[in-house]
């Protein structure tokens, strides 16, 4: 899978940035072929070039988060996981809290699920804490999407609003309203769930980040 996306839009892994007169020619689905800095699709062939200003892996983060300050500017925070049913929704948070994540992956509507969005803001949390993310035995039971970018967070690999969230919890709190709000405008709900997984996760490791 590759994510064709237009200049202006936050930047992802494992995507390529094209103008927008040149993406109105392609559909979802379409095949296309990348090889040696290429990109081949139908009579076309498009010369890439390397953003080395973004690569989009997150390393091992040092000092503390400002987590009671992400509470605060979370505090009413909606997302996809109100939709569920008040039990379903316990058992959801307690498999995301407790590493079960292969149990309800898939969970939600969307391209990407809301159950799996907030797998992507724990994963970014435990690798910035240093701790290993759950195993993940079947990304076949998500949309292709979600398990796209759920093996982008195995690898340590996040969009610039989720990295932008994690850089500012630990190192610039100044900037933690202006992140939230990106990662928040994610999708439909997307981003409000990775900011829920976040949330969850930092609360996962409050005394080995205290």
């Keep these: 899978m590759l994510a064709l996306v237009s200049p202006g839009l936050p930047a992802l892994p494992d995507s390529i940035c094209l103008p927008e007169e040149m993406l109105v020619s392609f559909t979802v689905g379409q095949p296309v072929r990348l090889a040696e800095q290429r990109l081949f699709w139908e009579q076309n062939e498009l010369l890439l070039q390397n953003d080395e200003s973004f690569t989009g892996k997150l390393s091992l983060r040092e000092g503390f988060p400002c987590v ?107 900037a933690l309203p202006e992140a939230v709000h990106h990662l928040e405008a994610v999708g439909a709900t997307s981003g409000r769930d990775m900011l829920y997984g976040v949330r969850l996760a930092l609360r996962k490791f409050r005394s080995k980040i205290s």
């Excluded at 939709?83 to 058992?91: C, D, G, H, K, Q």
């Excluded at 995301?96 to 809301?114: A, H, I, K, N, Y």
């Excluded at 701790?131 to 340590?156: K, N």
Aim: glycine share 8%.
């Design 68 to 174: 009671s300050a992400l509470e605060a500017l979370t505090a009413d925070l909606s997302c996809g996981f109100d939709r569920f049913p008040s039990a379903l929704r316990t058992r959801a948070d307690a498999a995301l809290l407790e590493g079960r994540w292969q149990e309800f992956l898939g969970l939600g509507s969307g391209l990407t699920p809301s159950f799996d969005d907030a797998c992507v803001g724990m994963a970014a949390v435990y690798t910035a804490v240093g701790c290993p993310i759950p195993p993940l035995s079947d990304l076949a039971v998500t949309t292709d999407v979600s398990a796209r970018y759920l093996q982008l967070a195995q690898e340590a690999y996040f969009g610039q609003p989720l990295l932008d969230l994690i850089h500012a919890l630990w190192q610039d709190e100044s």
